[in-house]
C-alpha cells in the first residue's frame, strides 16, 4: 500500500511527502499530535462531546493545554463519562471527593462551574432540541473556514465568541469567556484555524462527525 504522503514520479519511483502539522502540535508532543491529528477542527455535533471540550476548555483556564491533555481520561471517569444529567446531581459529598482526585484540577471553582454548567446544559437540550443545533446557531450552522498563513494570524476572540460568550454567560454557564469559547469553537471544528500549509486543514473542510443521540 502507498504511503499516505507518498507521490508518485513520472519514472515510477515514489517520494515520501512528510505531514506538516500547526507549529503548536510537534512530533516530540504525542498527546498534542494526536489530539491536532484526530480532533482538533474537525466538526461535531454530538452533545456530549460538546459538553466535554466546554468543561475542558473552561478547565484550561490559567493552565496549559498539555496538562488537560494529560488529565483527560480522569475527568471522564471522575465526571461519569460527562454525563450531564448525572453531574447535575452531585452533592456536596460528590464535590468533596472530586477535589480529592488527583485525575482532575482540583479547583473548587472549576468543579462547581462543571456542576452549574451541567445544568445549563440540559436547560439549552431542552430549549433548541440539542446543546448542538445552540452552539452552532452562534456559526450560521456552517464551519468557518479560515485560510490562516502564520499563528499570529489566529485570533484570540471573535466577534462570534464574544456572542457565544455572552449568551452562555446569561444562560448560567461559566468559565465561558470570549477567549476560552473560540478555543471552544477552533477544538470542534465551528472554526477551522489549520493553517493552510498543515494536512489537516483540507482534512477537516471536508469532515463532519455524524450526530448521536443526546445525553439521556
Known sequence: AR?????????????????????????????YVAYHDEQWGVPEHDDRMLFEMLILEGA????????ILGKREGYRRAFDGFDARRIARYDARK?????????????????????????AFLEA????GSFSAYVWSFVGGRPIRNARKTLRGVPARTTESDAMSRDLGERGFRFVGSTICYAF???????????????????????????RLKTK
Open 95 to 119: 464535590v468533596e471527593r472530586l477535589l480529592a482526585d488527583p485525575g482532575i484540577v482540583r479547583n473548587r471553582l472549576k468543579v462547581a462551574s462543571t456542576i452549574g454548567n451541567a445544568h
Open 185 to 211: 469553537m477552533q477544538a470542534t471544528g465551528m472554526v477551522n484555524d489549520h493553517l493552510v500549509t498543515c494536512f489537516c486543514h483540507a482534512n477537516c473542510s471536508g469532515q463532519a462527525r455524524k450526530p
Open 125 to 128: 437540550q431542552r430549549e433548541f
Open 3 to 31: 504511503h499516505p504522503g507518498a507521490r508518485a514520479e513520472p519514472g515510477g519511483g515514489v517520494t515520501i511527502r512528510a505531514k506538516f502539522r500547526c507549529h503548536w502540535a510537534p512530533a516530540g508532543k504525542p498527546l
Open 60 to 67: 484550561q483556564a490559567g493552565l496549559s493545554w498539555e496538562t
